[in-house]
């Protein structure tokens, strides 16, 4: 019951991480297809302005995922990192290019070095996701099973590389809603209708991949698929839709702020979705959560320093995210509302 209980705290982290993450990994990707310096001078500009100062701590339920692991199960994470370490590897380069080109963007004044830092954040805002989508994609295949080694096969399938655009769409998604939301914010009604539409076609996205994501794992991840059509994974399945369409609607009102909840939803709940069908394997159908747990004694202190760690990180994550978005720590000047 520890190791069940533990791999739930898991899944939780993930998908705080995918909404937490997400959310800055979507507003490099608006960066990305903003167009050219003057053309995307106002969107980036925004972007700047809602991911700092606070984005870097979404990398803290990373941590808290990889502790899980190599704590919790060993061979699970063994398993993982070894047949996958290729994107895994991809994914942590992109980490650390997207945050320093982030970083180096905004005090650098030359132009033609703040487009090179800018590419870098933004392409690698859109890679990081993807590949980080390809492993869960290798994982829900079955292709990892434990005494896998690494090879394309496990990673560059189609249900991996469904799950990498699903990933990057969910990002692009939530990072559409929050800007719109951020706009409102900073008094910018233009940017408000820019990222309003753009939410929009993220749900769409976001929609259709889902759907054609759902076929794909029908021959090449049957029992994910069977999860997924089924029981608890069908009806949170279902929520993630109907949380969806609560937030394609929620935008465009006067209640906006409101869409930032549902879009959040609608991602956590996918991947509650996710973890339901495959429950109750880690790789299915090689790798339970029994047979990938680490000892009886590790596994109970590390629930205990796993639910401490999360009654103390979840609420100072809250009180550190409202004072961000009331201006708290980081005051808008004049200059910085009329530009």
Known sequence: MTADVVAWILLLVIAAYACGGGVDYGAGFWDLVAGGAERGKRPRWLVDHAMAPVWEVNNVWL?????LMWTGFPVFFQTVFTALWLPLALAAV?????????ALRKPTR???????YGAVFAIA???TPFFLGT????????RVAPGTTASAD????????????????ATAFLGAVFLSVDARRFDAPDLVRYFRIRAWAGSAALLVLGVIGLTVTDPHASYVHHGLTHGAGLGLLLASLAALAVTAWLVAGPAAGWARYSAVAVVALGIAAWGFAQHPYLVPTSLTV???AGASAPLQWMLIVAAVALVLIGPALVVL?????????EPLTDEDVDR
Request: proline content about 0%; cysteine-free; hydrophobic content about 60%.
């Open 154 to 169: 496990a990673w560059a399938n189609a249900t991996s590389i469904m799950a990498g655009l699903i990933a990057v769409a």
């Open 125 to 127: 805002s859109l890679l």
């Open 94 to 102: 992109g980490m650390v290019l997207r945050g320093a080109g982030f």
């Open 135 to 142: 492993v869960i994609g290798g994982v829900a295949s079955g």
């Open 321 to 329: 995210y409202r004072l961000d978005t009331h201006g708290v720590l």
């Open 290 to 292: 029994q047979q990938g």
């Open 110 to 116: 030359r132009l033609a070095a703040r487009r090179v």
């Open 63 to 67: 941590i808290f995922v990889l502790i």
